[in-house]
């Protein structure tokens, strides 16, 4: 372990908050950390922030770091160009803009005009473009802004020919797009009601989908779809390419199976047709071809497959079209008369081609491993523009003719660094049960195998979200200091499809936490690190996870680094959105689940005198997703029990939330941050 400064941390007062839960007590002494705008929490935080910029301050590589990040960061980065009527729109960056910046052009290689800069809007560059849609025929363009990190949104409207605002502003909107009509007199959107206590920590219930008549007041917005007796429900609205049909998606919490409605946009007063209501499956609508909708579904394919459904009729019968692969279908695109498909290949995308018959017609051949993204398109174009990344290779853009099969390259950014002296490995690790871990590992060419080398394992494991390979400077800067950078794809997440997801959820959650454990154990064993150079992160679920990892085996780390963190697991239901992420955990006041949570909710399994390796506990003020009371309970409880002479500080980003939307200039001082806590725990 690295030398860190000896640290006081500041005093936390403990109640005798105690729950009775199933005839267990609980204590709960943090439970006043809780409320952030308590003048004691605001204390608090302000104390805590004092010790860990006392630790980063100290820390000797933080400002090479920082220097080194900020220098490949700037460099130009934009979105695929979308094309909406005759005009293309693209999300471009100079390097260290604080937002990207929404451009609108007669072409996909003109740079445009701009049509909106969010850094104009705020100072700090906190005011972020979180959702945008233009109108079918590039007229409008409806766009939602989030303000320090929030998921709240507010929709707003603009002419896109000038740029000019209308006074549209639709608030209260989350986990919401829009979708416009056909004739771009209006677009569907989900909302909530406004909140009637802490819009940042009171529970979100009762979804409504809505539909927006632009020109008009959000007051005489009709609601399409909601249900009273179902709080827990959420709605989203999708119009079909066609402008046809409403396709309404009713999802309950993070549960990927949901139900599916459709209404034919083109008679008056047509009501909402059950397709399937029985929350059995997943199902996605790709495209619709003459009242017959196109899906893709898990319905009996766990791996995922496309069926067609008849719009028309309630509870059609499936017709299937494309059969389930050994792979796992991740996304499908109509593109011209073509099914543009997914699929993830042992955690890494291969693309295949189909007819709208389903006939495979060709396999899109790919510059290596690495992961696909794109394929919007519309039925009358001859073509798509897909992304491709890889841990070495910076995203890059390219152009696909689906008639032909043909690819040409349209963009990639200019960036200093050899990515050809980095090497990148898979592997899988064995598990007693007869499942295999997939694990990339990277680092540089001709790294000695000492077990000395400082390593981040990094992970997720939760509903069915995969961890696919992505270029990233942070990482490379990591690698450029000789790190190894893992990535352990444990069961838990979606890379072979809901098997997968379903074999590391509820009661099986432990599953998840042994796969990443046992990947922690092979680095070891295969001599690229040793249990004092070897750091664990995550974010969100992925916090979960190391919290959970560093309070069952504080002697397999050298370090941790648990992020925007779901780490008390008996309460996490009760605020904002985290009711929703029981299809993956379970519920305390569920009898049956409560001694599953109990076993391993970070918190809860904090044991006073033990050795924790250095921690830095990350989190941040206006994450309303998972909320910063997770990491305030959890490090003021670590600091309590730490054993040894390792620091545990909690980082708080400012103006900030769970990740979407951060500036430019707080990502570079984190990675920063983390990148020097890490190297001097680890190194050695």
Not at 16 to 44: C, F, I, N, Q
Not at 96 to 107: D, E, G, I, P, R
Not at 109 to 115: A, F, N, R, S
Not at 465 to 484: D, K, R
Request: aromatic letters at 10%; one cysteine or more.
């Amino acid at each position: 372990m690295g030398r860190f400064p000896k640290l006081t941390y500041p005093q936390t007062a403990k109640d005798d908050v105690v729950d009775v839960l199933h005839g267990t007590r609980v204590p709960d002494p943090y439970r006043w950390l809780e409320d952030p705008d308590s003048a004691p929490t605001r204390a608090w935080v302000a104390a805590q922030q004092s010790v860990t910029n006392q630790v980063l301050e100290q820390l000797p590589q933080r400002a090479a770091f920082k220097q080194r990040l900020t220098a490949l960061w700037n460099h130009a980065r934009q979105s695929l160009p979308i094309r909406r009527g005759k005009t293309w729109f693209t999300l471009r960056n100079d390097g260290l803009q604080n937002q990207s910046v929404l451009y609108a052009a007669a072409t996909p290689t003109e740079v445009g005009h701009i049509l909106l800069d969010p850094n104009t809007l705020s100072g700090d560059g906190t005011i972020a473009l979180q959702a945008w849609e233009p109108s079918p025929d590039g007229r409008l363009l409806a766009y939602a802004l989030s303000s320090g990190g929030s998921d709240w949104m507010d929709w707003h409207v603009l002419y896109v020919a000038t740029g000019k605002a209308l006074p549209d502003v639709l608030a209260w909107s989350k986990f919401s797009g829009a979708s416009w009509k056909r004739d771009g007199s209006g677009f569907f959107y989900s909302r909530y009601d406004p909140p009637a206590g802490r819009s940042m920590e009171d529970i979100n219930h009762f979804h409504k989908l809505c539909f927006h008549q632009v020109g008009t007041t959000q007051e005489t917005d009709p609601i399409i779809y909601a249900r009273q007796d179902e709080k827990t429900w959420m709605f989203g609205g999708h119009v079909t390419q066609d402008g046809r049909w409403l396709v309404v998606t009713i999802s309950r919490g993070t549960d990927p199976r949901n139900a599916l409605l459709a209404r034919d946009l083109t008679v008056a007063n047509a009501p909402l047709v059950p397709l399937r209501m029985d929350f059995d499956a997943e199902y996605s609508v790709i495209t619709n071809v003459d009242g017959t909708l196109y899906v893709k579904t898990d319905l009996h394919a766990p791996r995922g497959r496309i069926i067609t459904l008849d719009a028309t009729v309630p509870t059609p019968p499936e017709v299937p079209l494309v059969a389930q692969s050994t792979d796992t279908l991740t996304g499908v695109s109509r593109v011209g008369p073509t099914l543009v498909c997914t699929w993830l290949h042992h955690a890494h995308s291969k693309v295949t081609i189909h007819g709208l018959d389903g006939a495979q017609q060709r396999q899109l051949e790919l510059p290596g491993i690495g992961t696909v993204g794109g394929f919007d398109g519309h039925p009358d174009d001859p073509g798509t523009y897909y992304a491709f990344t890889s841990f070495t290779m910076p995203t890059t853009h390219f152009h696909l003719d689906t008639t032909s099969g043909a690819t040409t390259h349209h963009w990639k950014p200019a960036l200093d660094v050899d990515a050809s002296s980095f090497e990148v490995r898979q592997v899988f690790v064995d598990r007693p049960d007869g499942a295999r871990i997939p694990m990339f590992i990277c680092h540089k060419k001709g790294l000695a195998l000492d077990g000395k080398r400082p390593t981040y394992l990094y992970g997720y494991g939760g509903f069915s979200i995969s961890l696919t390979p992505a270029f990233s400077v942070s990482n490379l800067t990591w690698m450029e200091q000789g790190g190894v950078y893992a990535v352990a794809n444990i069961r838990g997440g979606g890379e072979y499809g809901e098997d997968w997801h379903h074999a590391a959820i509820l009661k099986d959650k432990q599953k998840g936490f042994d796969d990443f454990v046992e990947c922690a154990r092979w680095l070891v064993s295969n001599r690229y690190t040793a249990p004092q150079h070897l750091g664990i992160g995550g974010g969100s679920n992925g916090g979960l996870l190391v919290g959970a990892c560093l309070t069952q085996h504080p002697e397999l780390f050298g370090a941790a680094l648990p992020m925007v963190g779901v780490l008390d697991m008996l309460r996490f239901h009760t605020w904002t959105i985290g009711w929703a992420w029981v299809d993956d955990y379970g519920s305390a006041d569920d009898a049956e689940m409560f001694p599953t949570l109990l076993a391993y909710s970070p918190l809860h399994n904090i044991k006073p005198g033990t050795h924790y390796p250095p921690t830095m506990v990350m989190t941040a003020d206006h994450d309303d997703r998972v909320v910063p009371a997770h990491s305030f309970k959890f490090g003021a409880a670590l600091q309590a029990a730490q054993g040894g002479p390792a620091p545990v500080v909690v980082r708080i980003e400012t103006r900030a939330g769970h990740g979407a939307g951060k500036p430019t200039s707080k990502m570079i001082e984190e990675e920063a941050d983390k990148w020097a806590f890490l190297f001097q725990a680890l190194h050695p």
